[in-house]
Each structure stands twice: as C-alpha cells, then as structure tokens.
C-alpha cells in the first residue's frame, strides 16, 4: 500500500506519481489522454441499462455508534466499499445547482458516499 497526493482525473499527475494506476486508449485516434483507472479495466465497453446506487445519508456521520452498527451488520453477509466521492453532501452550491439539472438520483444531495457491495 502507498499513498499519493489526491489527484483523481489529473492524466499528467498520474503518469508521474501512479503510472500503473491508469490504461490509455490504444484506439487509432484516440486522445492521448484518454483514460480510466486500471482496477476498473473490466468495466471498459460496459453498456448498462439501469443502475441503482446505495447512499449513506449525512445524518450517518453524526451518530457514529449508529454507523458502525450499520455496517459492522452488514459486513457480515457483504462485501461492502464506501466511496466518499461520490456523495453531495456539502458540496458547493454551484455544484448542487448544475447537478439537480442532471438525470442523479435525488438521495445523493444529502449522502456522504455511496456504498457498493
């Protein structure tokens, strides 16, 4: 394990710091720098009709004993990943004007992260 500076999306940070964290498009014509994180490889060329995404809500945070509990529950017949950046929660209001302008799921504009499992 390793830590990195946050540098989600930068392509010439990640060739520096992570270069086998990313794969590049090898399609005649394709921008150099296209390209998706390596660990989501079997994802590439996915169509998918319907997604359904899981959000923990803010109000989680402040009861961390009620958190815990949660998922200590749920890990024991689940596999479970929390994404922090995939929540709304705080966000900037510029942020939360474009994005209620989208097609997202209502519960994302008060969660902190979505859970996968």
Request: contains cysteine; negative net charge; proline residues 9%.
């Amino acid at each position: 394990m390793r830590t990195l500076p946050f540098i989600p999306w930068n392509h010439e940070a990640l060739i520096q710091f992570a270069p086998d964290s990313i794969c590049h498009d090898d399609r005649p014509g394709a921008p150099p720098d296209q390209f998706w994180y390596a660990q989501n490889q079997h994802e590439v060329s996915w169509y998918l009709h319907g997604f359904q995404s899981p959000w923990l809500p803010r109000q989680l945070l402040d009861t961390p004993d009620t958190l815990a509990d949660t998922l200590f529950r749920a890990s024991r017949s689940l596999h479970i990943r929390l994404d922090f950046s995939k929540g709304l929660s705080g966000a900037a209001d510029s942020a939360l004007v474009r994005d209620r302008a989208t097609a997202i799921n209502p519960a994302v504009f008060d969660a902190d992260c979505a859970a996968w499992w």
